[in-house]
């Protein structure tokens, strides 16, 4: 069974330096029959302004992942950690026990386009840690491993038991993928794209539930983020 998400029903607000989109409820947005799928409980889409961001605010007991689209994403916080973070970069912050950070729009002039996502952890109460790597700009075509339980294949470790694939799929292109857990999302960030026979246009998202194979298909080109999740 595939379930649609449409963009157009997403939580919207714009607040000028910031343009967002809520998947699930999240701030001022509530929807009691979105709040998230599983382990996943939030897929913000994001565009800052530039010279614009978020100040200094607290987490805790959370994956937090970050997929930079365009532009770039400067980050500090409380364990020391700073970066930039460009397109096709993808940032890991385990908050367990509590940390706070700042994200802000690192150009003064061009916006930045991310998602944020957030996943339950598997283990409550752990030490924070911070990860980041690049995976390129654009990704390659297929998919690829950016965030795993092991962090096999240069993934990025998380407290979760779930993989997140960032996916390319050039015009006209095809291909199957078998999921390795009962469940799987899939959040369409441009491009056009069918899975089995579910139709998604950019800012879609698709629950998927005991379907154990995708076909994954693309008319003009497809770039999206697919959940394996427990």
Not at 43 to 53: H, K, S, T
Not at 88 to 114: C, L, M, P, W
Not at 196 to 220: F, I, K, Q, W, Y
Request: aromatic share 8%; charged share 20%; net charge negative.
């Amino acid at each position: 069974m595939i379930t649609i998400r449409r963009s157009s029903e997403r939580g919207h607000a714009n607040h000028g330096w910031l343009d967002t989109y809520h998947t699930f409820s999240f701030a001022d947005y509530h929807d009691s029959n979105h709040m998230g799928f599983h382990s996943l409980r939030v897929i913000n889409e994001d565009r800052v302004q530039g010279g614009e961001g978020f100040g200094t605010h607290s987490h805790r007991d959370f994956e937090i992942i970050s997929y930079i689209v365009s532009g770039a994403l400067q980050h500090q916080d409380s364990m020391g950690s700073k970066a930039v973070m460009r397109a096709g970069d993808i940032q890991r912050i385990s908050a367990g026990t509590g940390i706070a950070h700042s994200e802000y729009n690192h150009s003064t002039k061009e916006q930045v386009h991310f998602l944020q996502i957030w996943l339950f952890p598997s283990r409550r109460g752990i030490s924070p840690n911070y990860a980041e790597r690049s995976f390129g700009h654009p990704i390659p075509a297929g998919m690829t491993l950016a965030c795993s339980r092991d962090g096999r294949d240069g993934s990025v470790p998380i407290n979760q038991d779930a993989d997140l694939f960032v996916a390319r799929l050039d015009a006209g292109q095809d291909r199957d993928h078998v999921l390795a857990q009962k469940y799987a999302w899939i959040q369409l960030i441009s491009g056009d794209l069918r899975v089995n026979t579910a139709a998604l246009t950019a800012g879609d998202g698709a629950a998927v539930e005991e379907e154990p194979t995708l076909r994954l298909s693309t008319t003009n080109g497809a770039h999206f983020l697919l959940f394996d999740l427990n």
